[in-house]
């Protein structure tokens, strides 16, 4: 086997070892030149130009057709026109080359025509194994490899510095502009890749191949939609098992921008909800701004890490100090006050001894710019001290010995050091201090390292082993139901039960003296609850009866329900009455799964009852995961208070609803038929928690 032959596909694609370019051109106002010209700058392998006239292109001898390409080559890039790049394509798979990146639009984004031309695309690339980026893509940058594929550096603009961070974005131009906003912000960009339409290699994938890079230690990545969503999570789990942040930025997150992605890329944008959940349960960083994407990548591309929450504020003006500490609490870190012993070595080192603030925010006030060399002793004596995990600094942009010292202190410790300045500094860029020019993007980004200087590896199982004969056995429940789409609460509580999930005491009945029998069995009060397919929502129609106790009123609640819903629903058809266990509740909370269109199962937890409108507030998970992944999430519900709460769940408590979600996330797993389970309320008290109802809809293939 060649070394060509050992390596993958997409690692020839994305880290050639030589290259041809379709579409050459001499002409430099053409894409076809700009690209041509910037692939000759840094490249250290070959570099065939293939032109159907011209014999030479920039220098390079040109071939014309791709067949009198000399081998190996590992990529090829396309600048021809929309009808012909398939044909150019299959020729290069024809050909032996691992890759191809189609820079050429009039695809998907250009209507039923061009979809039809990117279908085909995308059908070569699955029967060859070529692996393609594009098309409508502005080309991707290596940096480390000395690839150029692209048109968005001009040739008389400089080469980026090679670095630690990887952007990954759909949109060609808008991920322009972040890479050139990057460069500027001081971020060390070793790799920008552009996917466009994704015909075949997409965000995911490329993602996925980057987080084994050893040259990359942060991801941060723009998406309209993310179409391969179990790669982009088991590159989330990867790079926490690997400790490289990931940072997301996701478009199309409301109504109207959905339908733009969707005119733009032809994209299926799931629920923002349900992509915030997911990111968070394998922890990736959801960048609500671009801004943000940027200020997360600043802080983690010199891949510090933190001992803990607490950051130190040093400044020398009070306000900035008194900010910067509000936006460190807001963002959830520590400020806390520094020993008297180390308050005291400050104050002899202050500019004006024992003149300013020392406890945190440290203010050395305007004495500084007078006296530098106390500034810098206080600098030192703040990043050193062990009460501090992480510093933050406020400065003005312009040379001076404060400055000096920052670049220095921050050369000296190990510890996160973000900087707040009036502008962006080159003497901190080449330096890489991370520079701020906002407290609250500062803090923000400091808290978000914080984070990941604890992470745990991604929540939960990686994959999951279904239970034959239960599902099986429950299928055979489903069966019962026919052709309805919505089952019987009797049904779906059996169901349940199959899932571990502790429902009431209950016993389906026809007939009043019946109800009467199964209450005495029952004990205590009852509810009372006709059946009907055509009933889901039982209160609406007065078909349940509450707070049953002793035979004659089970025996007239009985009879006055069915006369009740025979009165305000006659066609609907009666199954039979369940006779159902009344529980305590000291809270309600509800349970359930929903499918969103790219994630899939999604298990739901939130309060219950008449709460679960009024607050609307839950805590979503995507299975598998498991109980300890579960727990987790039910801390995070009312910002900890259903665990930490005078009156929250106990220890029992908390452990029942985890595995209820575990089960519930099982079933979806297992039936992939149940589109949507709904357990409403989740009865809880004495260390218990029973499923009182449940609402179960299937669909049928």
């Given amino acids: 086997m060649t070394a060509t032959e050992s390596r993958s596909a997409l690692d020839r694609l994305l880290s050639p070892r030589s290259i041809a370019m379709v579409g050459a051109s001499n002409s430099p106002t053409r894409i076809g030149g700009t690209v041509f010209a910037n692939l000759l700058r840094a490249f250290p ?127 060609g131009g808008f991920g322009s502009y972040i890479t050139n906003k990057a460069v500027l912000a001081g971020l060390r960009l070793g790799w920008f890749v552009s996917t466009g339409n994704e015909a075949d290699v997409n965000v995911a994938n490329v993602l996925r191949h980057l987080v084994e890079r050893p040259e990359v230690g942060v991801l941060l990545s723009f998406a309209e939609t993310l179409r391969d969503p179990e790669v982009f999570i088991e590159t989330a789990r990867r790079a926490a098992e690997l400790d490289k942040p990931l940072v997301l930025l996701k478009a199309g997150r409301s109504e109207e921008a959905a339908r733009a992605a969707m005119s733009h890329t032809a994209s299926i944008v799931g629920s923002a909800g349900v992509l915030d959940a997911v990111c968070r349960q394998y922890g990736v960083f959801v960048a609500s701004t671009m801004e943000e994407l940027l200020d997360l990548g600043t802080i983690f591309q010199d891949g510090r890490r933190a001992r803990g929450d607490r950051v130190v504020v040093m400044t020398s003006s009070g306000g900035a100090g008194v900010l910067l500490a509000d936006e460190a609490g807001l963002a959830g870190l520590s400020v806390p006050v520094l020993p008297e012993e180390e308050q005291q070595a400050l104050a002899e080192k202050m500019p004006v001894p024992f003149y300013g603030s020392t406890a945190n925010p440290v203010d050395t006030t305007a004495q500084t ?290 595995r209820i979600m575990v089960g519930l996330g099982e079933l979806a797993l297992e039936l992939d038929e149940v589109t949507e389970v709904d357990v409403n309320p989740l009865r809880v008290a004495d260390d218990a928690v029973y499923a009182a109802d449940a609402l179960i809809v299937v669909r049928h293939d």
């Fill in 45 to 171: 392998g070959d570099v065939h130009p293939v032109h159907p006239k011209d014999e030479v292109v920039q220098g390079r001898q040109a071939f014309r057709t791709v067949a009198e390409l000399p081998e190996p080559v590992d990529m090829a890039v396309i600048a021809v026109p929309a009808p012909a790049v398939v044909g150019v394509v299959a020729e290069c798979a024809a050909r032996g080359i691992g890759g191809a990146t189609v820079i050429t639009s009039g695809f998907a984004e250009a209507g039923p025509e061009g979809l039809a031309l990117q279908d085909r695309l995308t059908e070569v690339a699955r029967e060859t194994g070529i692996r393609v980026i594009g098309p409508n893509c502005i080309g991707y940058m290596n940096t480390h490899g000395g690839v150029m594929a692209n048109f968005m550096v001009t040739v008389d603009e400089p080469l980026p510095t090679p670095g630690p961070v990887a952007l990954v974005s759909q949109s």
């Fill in 369 to 658: 710019t007078a006296m530098p060399e106390a500034y810098r002793k206080v600098l030192f004596s703040v990043a050193n001290s062990p009460s501090t995990d992480m510093l933050a600094a406020v400065t003005w942009a312009r040379p001076g010995p404060a400055n000096d010292a920052i670049v220095e202190m921050y050369r000296s410790t190990d510890k996160p050091v973000a900087i707040l300045s009036t502008a962006w500094s080159e003497q901190f860029q080449a330096a890489g201090v991370p520079t701020y020019t906002d407290p609250r993007r500062a803090m923000v980004a400091l808290a978000a390292l914080a984070r990941q200087s604890c992470h745990r590896p991604a929540s939960g199982p990686a994959g999951f082993t279904a239970d034959g004969d239960r599902a099986r056995h429950v299928r055979e429940l489903l069966a019962d139901a026919g052709a309805e789409t919505t089952l019987l609460e009797s049904t779906g509580k059996r169901i349940l039960a199959e899932y571990g999930v502790p429902v009431t005491r209950e016993e389906q009945v026809s007939t009043a003296d019946a109800a009467v029998e199964a209450a005495e069995r029952i004990g205590g009060p009852v509810a009372l609850k006709v059946m009907s397919y055509q009933l889901p929502h039982k209160s609406d129609v007065g078909a349940i009866r509450l707070g049953l106790r002793g035979a004659d009123a089970v025996r007239a609640g009985y009879l006055e329900m069915l006369a009740e819903v025979t009165a305000r629903e006659p066609e609907a058809r009666i199954e039979g009455v369940l006779v159902q266990q009344m529980v305590p509740a000291r809270m309600e909370l509800t349970c359930g799964v929903n499918r969103d269109p790219v994630f899939g199962p999604m298990v739901a937890l939130g309060l219950g009852g008449v709460l679960v409108e009024v607050l609307s507030e839950a805590v979503l998970l995507r299975p598998p995961f498991d109980a300890d992944a579960a727990g987790a999430a039910l801390r995070e519900l009312l910002g900890g208070r259903l665990v930490t709460g005078r009156r929250g769940l106990s220890e029992p408590e908390r452990e029942a609803v985890a």
